[in-house]
């Protein structure tokens, strides 16, 4: 069965570090790759989307993410986070072509300190 | 244009009733999905309809259930509520088949709690 890691469940960062969440799948076969965003009290944003070409997708917010096939990878990158950046990242998968369903991953909670 | 949107916001039921929650798709999106999110869980899909079908379902019991009207709006139904049902619930919408459809747009969800 497909399923997804997020291995970091709780970062804390001062404005201005630089931010790598990471995010691993399990499938086999082709995939479409995202990354939400829940900021508090707020509803599940898209922040990228990858389907398919250049492997390095760009996102909302000055965020990006790259897609690694050999390691099944999709990693989200910022260079500058802001306190503004504190929420709840999700990364999801969806087997391409048949179906909008999203299996996500158990989320990673961003912290910023001013 | 109104993204999604989801009635009621917060519900309280007690064990054994039976709820039901609506979601309003944005105009022109023909795709529906249900997700639940627990601090347990996480996200869990339960199912997705397409032009009133059914496409996919999660791995749930029968006592959730769903269906999709011809305007696109959609239910879902839960019946014989347990404490374990309390959780945020999550309506998802796209424009329908097709790769560049992928892209869903996520309501604020109805918030059930279960007492």
């Known amino acids: 069965a497909q399923s997804v890691s997020q291995h970091n469940h709780h970062v804390i960062l001062s404005e201005a570090a630089s931010l790598e969440l990471g995010c691993n799948y399990s499938y086999g076969g082709t995939v479409n790759l995202f990354w939400y965003v829940q900021y508090p009290g707020q509803h599940l944003q898209l922040l990228l989307k990858?389907?398919?070409?250049?492997?390095l997708v760009k996102g909302i917010k000055g965020f990006e993410a790259e897609f690694i096939k050999s390691k099944f990878s999709f990693n989200l990158r910022k260079p500058s986070v802001q306190w503004s950046d504190t929420a709840e990242y999700f990364c999801a998968v969806n087997e391409a072509y048949n179906t909008d369903k999203l299996i996500f991953g158990t989320g990673t909670r961003l912290q910023v300190f001013p | 244009k109104a993204g999604v949107t989801q009635t009621p916001r917060y519900l309280i039921k007690t064990r054994g009733q039976q709820v039901t929650l609506s979601c309003s798709p944005i105009?022109?999106?023909?795709?529906v999905s249900w997700y639940q999110q627990t601090p347990g869980q996480g996200l869990q899909f339960l199912f997705e309809y397409f032009s009133e079908t059914q496409r996919n379902k999660g791995n749930f019991p029968g006592r959730f259930s769903g269906r999709q009207f011809s305007n696109s709006r959609s239910e879902m139904n839960v019946s014989t509520l347990e404490l374990g049902d309390s959780a945020l619930y999550l309506c998802?919408?796209?424009?329908?088949?097709?790769?560049?459809?992928?892209?869903?747009?996520f309501g604020p969800g109805t918030r059930l709690t279960v007492t």
């Open positions: 998802a919408s796209s424009q329908g088949p097709g790769l560049a459809a992928r892209e869903q747009y």
């Open positions: 105009s022109g999106h023909r795709s």
């Open positions: 990858y389907f398919s070409g250049d492997p």
